[in-house]
């Protein structure tokens, strides 16, 4: 009769792979979840990219718009200049120009009078009330890329206009800077 050799580890029974395999499904859940942590933080700077890119973009609308051409002292209290029509938005006229290179589409400005109609300079300004006036105005700029995933964005800004008091001359004061 013949022997049969005993068997060297007829203790164990495939504990060692359980507990790989428990190993390893806790390994691929860690990694999972660093991979879905990564692609969340990808997205959030995508989203503050766009925010920034069209506050930016509003607020280079302003510069564009605060030129005097586009704020004629005209009008009473109220009294708006658009860019475009814009749907739930009323304008007096359509007249404002954006210069080249905005995109009439993204881009939307509004300038509207606002109260009082003539007011004195601030203190900051330098001039007196003697001989100018100011006209206020607000500026709306908006921005919008949000089909493209660009942002979406407005900026409501002030502008003063100095209006001469009607009737007054303008006073210039001769300054002697030469030394004696």
């Not at 164990?12 to 933080?41: N, P, R």
């Not at 989203?47 to 607020?59: G, I, M």
């Not at 359509?94 to 606002?114: M, V």
Request: hydrophobic share 35%.
């Amino acid at each position: 009769m013949m022997k049969t050799p005993p068997l060297l580890h007829s203790g164990q029974q495939g504990v060692v792979l359980i507990v790989s395999m428990i190993l390893l499904v806790g390994v691929t859940v860690l990694a999972l979840s660093s991979l879905h942590t990564g692609l969340m933080e990808i997205l959030m700077s995508d989203n503050d990219e766009a925010r920034t890119r069209s506050f930016q973009s509003a607020q280079s609308g302003i510069e564009a718009v605060a030129t005097d051409d586009n704020f004629p002292v005209v009008g009473g209290v109220g009294t708006s200049n658009c860019t475009a029509s814009k749907s739930g938005v009323t304008c007096d006229q359509t007249g404002l120009a954006l210069p080249n290179g905005f995109n009439t589409n993204k881009h939307w400005a509004r300038t509207e009078r606002l109260s009082p109609l003539y007011a004195c300079p601030p203190r900051i300004v330098g001039t007196s009330c003697d001989n100018f006036q100011v006209a206020h105005f607000s500026v709306d700029s908006r921005y919008s890329d949000v089909p493209n995933r660009g942002g979406r964005s407005e900026v409501v800004q002030g502008h003063l206009i100095h209006v001469p008091v009607p009737g007054e001359e303008k006073v210039i004061r001769d300054v002697d800077i030469t030394a004696p």
